[in-house]
C-alpha cells in the first residue's frame, strides 16, 4: 500500500508554535480552547520536543524553544505579526477564560459588521489569537453596505476605531 502524501487526519495547514514553556502552553490552550491532547514527545532537560493539539478540526503542533536551532518563541523575537482565528461556542467565556488564565487583551469582545463577535488577545506565550462566534448570517450586499459604514466610521475617528 503507498503512503499517502498528507497524513490520515492533518489538515493541509497545520500551525507550528514555538513557546517558552510548552506544557504549560498546552495547559492554557486545553483550559481556554477546549483542545485535546493528541501526543508529547519529551526531550532532554523536561523540555518537550514535539507536540500535538486537535483543536475542533484543526490540529495545533508545538514544542518549547531551541535557540541553538533557531525556533524561538514570539516572547524572544519581541512579537509575531501571525494571528490564529478561532471559531468557538462562546467567545465571551473563552475571552474571560483566557485573560483569567493571564492572557492580555489586544482587542476586547464586540459584535462586528460582518457577522461575528470577535475579541483578541495575547497568550501567555506570546501568539496572538482571534476568538469569535459566529451570530449573524450576512448577505455579501449588506455586507458592502456595512464594510463601507465601518471604513468611515473609522477614519471619522481620530485613533482609527
Known amino acids: 500500500m503507498a503512503v499517502q502524501p498528507i497524513p490520515e487526519g492533518y489538515p ?3 500551525p507550528y508554535l514555538c513557546a ?5 502552553a498546552i495547559d492554557f490552550y486545553v483550559a481556554v480552547l ?3 491532547e493528541l ?9 518537550i520536543g514535539h507536540a500535538e493539539l486537535e ?4 490540529v495545533i503542533m ?17 512579537g509575531t505579526p501571525v494571528t490564529l482565528h478561532v471559531y468557538v461556542e462562546d467567545v465571551d467565556t473563552v475571552f474571560a477564560e483566557a485573560l483569567a488564565r493571564g492572557a492580555t487583551e489586544v482587542r476586547p469582545v464586540r459584535d462586528e459588521f460582518y457577522g461575528d463577535r470577535t475579541g483578541q488577545f495575547l497568550d501567555p506565550f506570546g501568539h496572538r489569537w482571534s476568538v469569535a462566534t459566529h451570530i449573524e448570517d450576512v448577505s455579501a450586499e449588506e455586507m ?3 464594510s463601507e459604514e465601518a471604513l468611515k466610521s473609522m477614519e471619522s475617528t481620530p485613533d482609527g476605531g
Not at 501526543?39 to 523540555?47: D, I, N, S, V, W
Open 12 to 14: 493541509r495547514v497545520t
Open 20 to 24: 517558552d514553556g510548552a506544557a504549560a
Open 34 to 36: 477546549g483542545a485535546r
Open 39 to 47: 501526543m508529547r514527545m519529551p526531550a532532554p532537560g523536561g523540555k
Open 55 to 58: 483543536l475542533g478540526n484543526s
Open 62 to 78: 508545538l514544542a518549547d524553544e531551541y535557540p541553538e536551532m533557531g525556533f524561538r518563541s514570539p516572547k524572544a523575537v519581541g
Open 144 to 146: 458592502q453596505k456595512r
